[in-house]
Structure formats: C-alpha cells, structure tokens
C-alpha cells in the first residue's frame, strides 16, 4: 500500500492546456474516485499517475518516490481498463498469470497466486477457460485478477464497468468495493457515473475542465456542494435550480423567484452577495400537494413516472421545470396543477452563474 500525492500536476498538447495545476493527495488505503463529464481530463490524470501520459508540470509521487520521469513497469501499479485487454489466445489462468511471467517468476508462485486471485474474484472454475467463453462480468474479474497477482502499491481502474448493462455494473461495483475491503489498498478509480462514484468511493473529487471543483466524502459533497455545478452533478435526479433575487429584511431573508413565489429561507443560511442568485433544492427535499401551500411553487404535472416503491413527478412552471420525488404511489396525473413546498433546511442558494 502507498499513499499517493499529486502536485500542482499540469498538462499541456502544444498550446492546448488539459489539466491547470492538479493537488490531490491520497491517503494510504483509500478508495478515491476522479469523477467529471467527459473531457473534463479525469482519464488523462490517471493516466499521468500510471505513466502512460508525460507530465507537463508538477509531480506525482507514490509513497515517498517522484515517479514523473519512471517508466510505468517500475512505479509498481496496476491498472484495469474498460476494455479488459485479455489475450484472447490465453486462458483465464495464463492471462491472469502474465504479469508474473514477464517478471521471471517461478511457476509454482505464479499457480499459487493465480489460485488465490481466482479464488478472491470466484473464477476458479474458470481458469480453463478463454476469453471468447466468458460473459462481460467475468471478463472484467480476469482483468481485475491479473492487477492482484502483481500486489501493486496503488491500483488504477479506468472507466472499467462502462461495457457492461445497467444490472450487471451494480453488481460489478458492490464487488469491487468489497474487494477494496478485503485488500486494503489504494485504488484511484474513474467514472462518468456519479452514483458509481456517490456508491464506491471513500472521497470523491469532482473534476471540470480540468480543474477541481470540489474533494469530500460521497455525503459531503451530496449535502455542502461547493457550488451549483457540483450540486447539479452529484446526485440523482439532479437537483433543481430556480433562478430569481433575494430580498432581506434586518436579519430575514426571502428567496424571490422569477415566476413570484416567494420561499423564506432557513434561519442560519448565508445566502452569496449579489441580487441574483439559483435556489437549489433537491427532487427527495419537495413535499407535493394539491392544495395551495405557503413557501410553495406552483407548476402543472408533465410528466409521471411510477418506479414501484416512489413515484416521479416532473412538474413545469413559467420559464423551468422541477422534478419531485414522492414516497409510494400519489394519484398524480398529468395536467394537474400541484404546489411543491421545499424543505428549507435542505435548500441551497448560489450565486448566478454567468
């Protein structure tokens, strides 16, 4: 195990700028995951820290060793990639073996490691196997059986679940997780997906245009987003945004909408300077009713979509729209007209963004 620290890193192709000064450290053992839109230059940094990439700037050290300038055979990781690269000529145990041979291992380590990789990963029956006779899951355990062998410092997962459907990623995550249990070592893992990153991760950082918006564990981030691009990203549904103005009063202040509600916000809340802002407010933080309610928004029901144990309820209003969750199963159609109260609590205020 090793800790990983990346430092004011930077990358550049000709006068294109990718990455603007990257600062994460990783803790010993811990689960980290690189999560943005695409290109916002997850992959490429993880790539820098594998050496597949050159660094421009900075350093990027594992343990207490620069690796900048180190070939990726000699910074002692393992990386798994989306698209397993299995020898297909092999089996299950010689393409999990591989990486012991090209280092010259003896054949009896080599089978007892692969044993106990096949064993971690519930391969052992098919070791025998080739790739063309496994199903996606199981290829991608292969993949991940051939980073164990190596017993690296630090494992890099690149987008690994995203060839597979939506059932089988679920799975796959709760296995990896469980692996990083079993294990205990460092793993920096990049995703898309923000609820692999919200169900996986220790930390997350939250990445764009390469640069960090924001580091925290899942619910930190999910709870004190930084700001409106971070609360937008975690979670799902997305949180809502209505713009509008603020009003103060001594020491209250209300949240006018541009459509003229009018929401009182929470004692405590530090709303930004400025007259326009974005009100924020989770679909789960929105009680529905039928009946006119104080501190409401009033919006027409577009759209009903039952998933069993809730409900989602897309509802417009005059210049948006906003998307509620209701426990059970609310007789909600569409055309009808419904308030939506925001807990207050719950709600965020962020400047508006240019």
Known sequence: MAKVEIVDVRKSYADTHVLHG?????????????VGPSGCGKS???RMIAGLETISGGEVRIGDTVVNRLAPKDRDIAMVFQNYALYPNKTVAANIG???????????VTRQKVEEAARILGLEDLLGRYPRQLSGGQRQRVAMGRAIVRDPKVFLFDEPLSNLDAKLRVKMRAEIKELHQRLGTTMIYVTHDQVEAMTMADRIVVMRSGRIEQVGTPLELYDRPANQFVAGFIGSPAMNFLPGTLERNGTATTFLAAQGER?????????PPGGHVVFGIRPEHLDLSFTELGDAFSATVA????????????????????TCICKGRPDVRPGQT???????????????EC
Do not use: C, N
């Open 22 to 34: 990257i600062d994460v450290a990783v803790r010993d053992g811990e689960f980290l995951v690189l």
């Open 44 to 46: 490429t940094l993880l």
């Open 98 to 108: 591989f990486p012991l041979k090209m280092r010259g291992e003896r054949a009896a």
């Open 263 to 271: 929401i009182a916000l929470a004692e405590g809340m530090t709303p």
């Open 303 to 322: 759209v009903v979509e039952p998933t069993g144990a809730e409900t989602l309820v897309l509802a417009r209003y005059p210049g948006g729209e906003l």
């Open 338 to 352: 419904v308030w939506l109260r925001p807990h207050l609590q719950d709600s965020h205020i962020f400047p508006a």
